[in-house]
């Protein structure tokens, strides 16, 4: 079936810590996307990233698609990158949208 | 300013009283979409439009029905509204086909039904 599973559900870190959000999807899951909700409820988008990687400040996406993996990695991390980050995926048609339940961070300062 | 924009963004009901939660995008995005977020349920697909007068079922479409009449609109309703459709609910829009993909949410609209 159609599954986006993320690991872990929960992360603590201290500030300046890095730390790397996987995301495992099924063979009918495409079009890898990451989203971060920050903790008032705001959804941003991160990445759109189908395969390969990107790198935006001190957020960077790798997707595997013939692994059917992506992982988000965060360095140096913040306080204001404390949220839930969800991944999400195109599965079988191109407007629908699975998203995976979330890995909530928490970044101490 | 690019955004979207939902209304209510909270909303107190009763059971079975019909209501409509409007969203609106200025982006000219053919795709929109609605979602219910649920903890632990992380955020399911009610609904979705890739352009005007075309939409489809997402994973949770039972008890709702969508419009798109128009470009820029997406209004949500809930003809018999009930208790398990208490939720936060989130309105998206992007313009599939090019490069980033980009989705752009709404502010969400929190609903409790009694």
């Known amino acids: 079936g159609i599954q986006v599973e993320q690991s872990p559900p929960d992360l603590i870190l201290q500030e300046g810590a890095n730390s790397t959000l996987r995301c495992n999807f099924s063979?009918?899951?495409?079009?890898l996307q990451w989203f971060h909700q920050n903790p008032w409820g705001q959804l941003i988008n991160l990445f759109y990233?189908?395969?390969g990687t990107k790198q935006n400040g001190r957020l960077s996406a790798t997707t595997v698609a013939t692994e059917r993996y992506s992982l988000l990695y965060i360095s140096s991390s913040q306080t204001t990158d404390s949220g839930v980050y969800f991944c999400a995926g195109h599965g079988g048609s191109q407007g629908n949208l699975i998203f995976g339940k979330g890995t909530k961070l928490s970044v101490k300062p | 300013e690019a955004q979207v924009t939902q209304n209510p963004r909270y909303l107190i009901t009763v059971t079975g009283k019909k209501l409509t939660v409007t969203c609106s995008q200025n982006m000219n995005h053919e795709y929109m979409s609605w979602y219910r977020q649920d903890p632990g349920l992380g955020l399911r697909q009610i609904y979705y439009?890739?352009?005007?007068?075309?939409?489809d079922k997402g994973d949770v479409p039972e008890g709702y029905k969508v419009s798109r009449k128009e470009k820029r609109n997406f209004p949500l309703i809930l003809e018999s509204p009930s208790p398990n459709q208490t939720s936060l609910y989130f309105c998206?829009?992007?313009?599939?086909?090019?490069?980033?993909?980009?989705?752009?949410f709404g502010p969400g609209t929190r609903l409790t039904v009694l």
């Open positions: 439009s890739m352009n005007v007068e075309v939409t």
């Open positions: 990233i189908p395969s």
């Open positions: 063979d009918s899951v495409n079009n």
């Open positions: 998206a829009s992007s313009s599939p086909g090019g490069e980033d993909n980009e989705q752009f």
